[in-house]
């Protein structure tokens, strides 16, 4: 699926910097040799007394004002945990911002992530993921010291709205009406990525600490045969709801059409609705599971590049 609105900001340079080969562990600047000792202590002092904490590597991408992306490293910032990185994003309000071309676009949430974890010590790194035929993209990732690298994607409303599925419903038993299962209430994504593959995402709560592409496409599998079930479900309870309905014996006076039925009929009835409550609770808990699955996967992955 293609989606519209996605980032634009490349800019017409050679890719440079710190890529996943550096990703153990890369150096935070690299700096050529061959110079006097002199030359470089004049360098550093006017690096330090202009630029603090910035960085010289250009990530060859812009931001919606046109300007570059500043990487505000910490040299004192450390790989996090899993469990640590997760908690960072729970606290952590930017993807609460609105994707808003052309004023905040998602290398201005890369930007915004990669120097809010920094402040807090935690190392990241901003991600650049070309497609084969849609818009580039920006997103970050964190080097965690028990799970590797994982990619996060925290951009905001607006960008991948187009791209969330419909929340499973479940088909109330003897009323109607659906009840939607509620999806995940944060924009903070897990994001997998696979040069050749879709770019998949899904929340941090829902990943069950697999980072890996086949992981992800395991959790697709899942959640279509889940859909499939639902749908079986949902047929199950039409015509239940069809059977009191045909066999009530008093149906304008009766608001449960339970209550008017014989007694044959009434045990039907009841098996039948005790089969389809214990049917409703196994979708419920696997729901829990997949909850996260709800974004589409979007594009073909041609290109990442990693800048730390």
């Not at 609460?96 to 402040?119: I, K, M, R, V, W």
């Not at 496409?217 to 499939?228: D, F």
């Not at 709800?294 to 990442?304: A, D, H, K, Y």
Request: with cysteine.
């Amino acid at each position: 699926m293609q989606s519209q609105g996605h980032c634009q900001g490349f800019l017409s340079v050679d890719l440079k910097g710190n890529t996943m080969s550096d990703m153990i562990d890369p150096p935070r600047k690299r700096h050529g040799g061959g110079c006097g000792c002199l030359v470089i202590i004049i360098v550093i002092i006017v690096i330090g007394a202009f630029a603090a904490n910035q960085y010289a590597e250009d990530v060859p991408y812009r931001k919606a004002s046109g300007g570059a992306i500043d990487l505000d490293n910490n040299k004192q910032a450390k790989n996090p945990t899993w469990q640590q990185l997760k908690t960072f994003l729970a606290n952590d309000t930017t993807d609460e911002h609105s994707y808003y071309d052309p004023f905040y676009t998602c290398g201005d949430f890369a930007e915004q992530l990669h120097n809010n974890a920094e402040a807090h010590g935690i190392r990241c790194a901003v991600v650049a993921v070309e497609f084969q035929s849609i818009e580039p993209h920006a997103l970050n990732a964190f080097n965690t010291t028990d799970k590797g690298l994982v990619y996060i994607d925290v951009t905001g409303k607006g960008l991948f709205d187009d791209l969330v599925n419909s929340s499973p419903s479940l088909s109330s038993i003897l009323f109607p009406d659906e009840t939607p299962m509620e999806g995940p209430p944060t924009h903070d994504k897990v994001a997998y990525l696979q040069v050749g593959r879709r770019l998949g995402f899904v929340s941090p709560e829902s990943t069950g600490g697999d980072f890996t592409y086949q992981a992800y496409e395991r959790g697709l599998e899942r959640l279509s045969e889940l859909t499939a079930r639902l749908d079986r479900y949902n047929a199950d309870v039409e015509e239940f709801n069809t059977f009191l309905k045909k066999h009530d014996r008093c149906p304008s006076i009766s608001f449960d059409h339970r209550a008017c039925l014989n007694s044959q009929d009434s045990q039907t009835a009841e098996a039948w609705e005790a089969r389809l409550r214990s049917e409703e609770a196994q979708i419920d808990e696997q729901w829990e599971t997949l909850r996260g699955y709800l974004w589409e996967p979007v594009g073909v992955v041609s290109g990442v590049e990693i800048y730390w």
